[in-house]
């Protein structure tokens, strides 16, 4: 592949959160080539990052030829290895990192939809808030993004989905509304036999999620993923919840005042020397989900560990 010699320095713009399918190999490479390109000659801007299936890196690096040793590849396996929240955490990290000024870097960004974004409606559904809300997490930086979905794994309803969380379609959604619109759908009721606690001491909280499989290690993230939140929705209403088996051990807490952000959980608290961290960013870190629904009296937060 030519690249064209660097055009001069632009003034960083707004984040450039684009979208494009493909159902083959060529089509893949067809979209791919010019987006690294452009990274490629893009004044002030460091090396691009290609993030996708190891076999579309294959083909990656076959079309670029001397120029794929200039480009960032990362097999997607090795990048989105935990919640949505942790591949917010890990992008953050990498233009903090190492992007030019104003967070100007491009990312080529394939999801894992034979992993753990395509292995549940519900993983699903984690991935496309993480799309809409990126809109509004990276909208200060010039970081621009290609999100590149393949219908033979993805599938025509998630991609349609997907479309509403990027603003170069016509059918962009909102970031709160298409959020809130995933967050209208009720969880399902507390088991029968959920274990009540009337104050979620972490000490109490390890100890149930031992008894229930979890290794040690594991149970002391969980209880303190419980006792973070729960500091951070005090006052509390009522006692916590606990049920599951490891991994999939699970705390619902009840707040007596709404959350009211739907980025509650994805900013990272400023840096203040303190372990591990406070409220929903720490146990959106460590639990594979945090579902959060508001109503007129208070909240209810669900913390799953796996």
Not at 187 to 200: I, N, S, V, Y
Not at 220 to 229: G, H, R, S, Y
């Amino acid at each position: 592949m030519k690249i064209r010699q660097p055009a001069e320095p632009a003034e960083p713009a707004a984040f450039d959160h684009r979208m494009t399918v493909f159902d083959s190999d060529d089509d893949f490479v067809a979209a791919a080539l010019p987006f690294l390109g452009e990274g490629l000659t893009a004044a002030g801007e460091p090396p691009p990052v290609a993030i996708c299936d190891p076999r579309n890196l294959d083909l990656l690096r076959d079309a670029l030829g001397r120029d794929a040793k200039d480009v960032v590849c990362v097999p997607h396996t090795d990048w989105y290895t935990g919640s949505a929240a942790n591949a917010i955490a890990r992008a953050a990290a990498h233009v903090t990192g190492h992007a030019g000024p104003g967070g100007r870097i491009h990312f080529l960004m394939e999801p894992v939809w034979s992993g753990r974004a395509g292995r549940s409606a519900r993983e699903t559904t984690e991935w496309i808030r993480y799309e809409a809300l990126a809109n509004l997490l990276f909208a200060p930086l010039a970081t621009t993004v290609l999100c590149a979905y393949d219908t033979r794994t993805a599938g025509p309803a998630v991609v349609a989905t997907a479309r509403r969380a990027h603003p170069g379609t016509d059918v962009y959604e909102e970031p709160t509304r298409l959020t809130a619109e995933l967050d209208a759908v009720p969880l399902p009721l507390p088991p029968a036999d959920a274990q009540p606690l009337a104050e979620p001491h972490s000490t109490a909280v390890r100890a149930w999620a031992e008894a229930r499989g979890l290794p040690a290690a594991d149970a002391e993230l969980f209880a303190t993923a419980v006792t973070e939140t729960a500091a951070a929705l005090a006052p509390l209403d009522g006692t916590a919840l606990l049920w599951g088996e490891a991994p999939a051990c699970v705390c619902e807490l009840r707040s007596a005042r709404p959350v009211g952000d739907p980025l509650a959980g994805f900013v990272p608290p400023p840096a203040t020397g303190q372990e591990p961290g406070p409220g929903l960013w720490y146990a959106r870190q460590v639990c594979a989900y945090v579902d959060i629904r508001d109503d007129a009296e208070g909240a209810t937060v669900r913390l799953q560990y796996a």
